[in-house]
């Protein structure tokens, strides 16, 4: 059992930057593919980022602007994000899979959300 718990959410200008931290419960948190997605109004959940035996993968949409890393040590995957564009705005989710996998169906373990909205 895998709980997580994300931060770093807020009202940002755009070009502006974000960092997002998901913590995580469990002792095996190291084993599992470790993903963002992110939800706008009236839209279904999208692929974010992820990273999975030390290799990350981004949306094409974020690549460049958005850095998804984890410190194992702590229990805890971030997603820097940089640049932000009013299209980022979203609420965020962490979530846990067992293998590796872009898509959402394929994850266990989901964050409660945390709202990132982009505008001046």
């Known amino acids: 059992q895998v709980q997580l718990v994300e931060s770093g959410g807020g009202l940002v200008q755009p070009g502006g930057s974000l960092r997002l931290s998901c913590a995580a419960s469990?002792?095996?948190?190291?084993?599992?593919?470790m993903g963002w997605f992110r939800q706008a109004p009236g839209k279904e959940r999208e692929f974010v980022a992820l990273i999975w035996n030390g290799r990350t993968y981004y949306t094409d949409s974020v690549k460049g602007r958005f850095t998804i890393s984890r410190d194992n040590a702590k229990n805890t995957v971030y997603l820097q994000m940089n640049s932000l564009k009013p299209e980022d705005t979203a609420v965020y989710y962490c979530a846990a899979a067992r293998a590796f996998s872009r898509s959402y169906f394929d994850y266990d373990y989901w964050g409660q959300g945390t709202q990132v909205t982009v505008s001046s």
């Open positions: 469990g002792r095996t948190f190291s084993t599992y593919t």
